[in-house]
């Protein structure tokens, strides 16, 4: 391919990934490469990578290069989580509503207002997951489709990336565990009787230019329900 869009480029690599040309783990081309192969400016293929990035299908090694990530372990995005999840698995949206950040999201995104997401993965009648997120309003003036019910197309930190030209990333990822909270046993459909059960979680801090942090998220796993606890 002589010539071509960042959209071209992402798309191939998202092809290559999906049908595991490129694996879990493997190296992606250099930037000179991929200039070379899709007709691009070295500042469209950066473009293109942290798309690639936000979207979950690649991660940075500090002075090694971009890799492709496992995609079973994603947990975040309705597009990924469709293309990872078990036949008959499915994404359920509860809201997205204008919230004051709790305390701990507070800690990373300041005081005030934010938006609030979220939504369970179901099979069948069982509920395996149930995750949220919270997003600075800046981040909405931008995506606003944060406010509405629905997935972002791809993901809000993917859209962000494209519209601002500032790359988001997951800073940190923390996995975690604690008894069963009143929201918890409300959003995963458990009873008061199971109120004793420890549920795992898994936290994760989103930052754009200049390491700002403009969202962080949190999902709950179902008591019994296998994690991948791979944090990196």
Not at 173 to 200: F, N, P, Q, S
Request: charged share 30%; proline share 4%; glycine share 10%.
């Amino acid at each position: 391919m002589s010539t071509g869009t960042v959209a071209d480029m992402v798309d191939d690599l998202r092809r290559q990934i999906d049908s595991g040309a490129l694996k879990a783990d493997d190296k992606l081309p250099s930037t000179r490469a991929l200039m070379e192969t899709y007709g691009l400016s070295d500042n469209a293929v950066y473009r293109g990578v942290a798309l690639l990035k936000a979207e979950g299908y690649a991660y940075s090694r500090q002075g090694k290069g971009v890799f492709v990530r496992d995609r079973r372990a994603l947990i975040a995005g309705a597009r990924r989580i469709q293309g990872i999840t078990q036949a008959g698995e499915r994404i359920e949206w509860r809201h997205s509503i204008r919230t004051e950040a709790p305390a701990w999201v507070a800690e990373h995104l300041g005081t005030g207002e934010c938006v609030e997401r979220a939504r369970t993965v179901r099979r069948g009648d069982e509920i395996l997951q149930a995750s949220r997120s919270w997003v600075h309003l800046d981040v909405a003036t931008v995506v606003p489709e944060l406010d509405e019910p629905r997935p972002c197309n791809p993901t809000w930190q993917a859209v962000y990336t494209e519209r601002s030209g500032n790359p988001v990333e997951a800073a940190s990822k923390v996995a975690d565990a604690r008894i069963a909270t009143a929201d918890d046993l409300e959003a995963l459909g458990l009873g008061e009787e199971d109120k004793v059960h420890a549920v795992v979680l898994l936290r994760s801090v989103y930052v754009t230019t200049g390491d700002r942090v403009i969202g962080v998220g949190e999902g709950v796993y179902a008591p019994g329900h296998p994690v991948d606890l791979k944090t990196s």
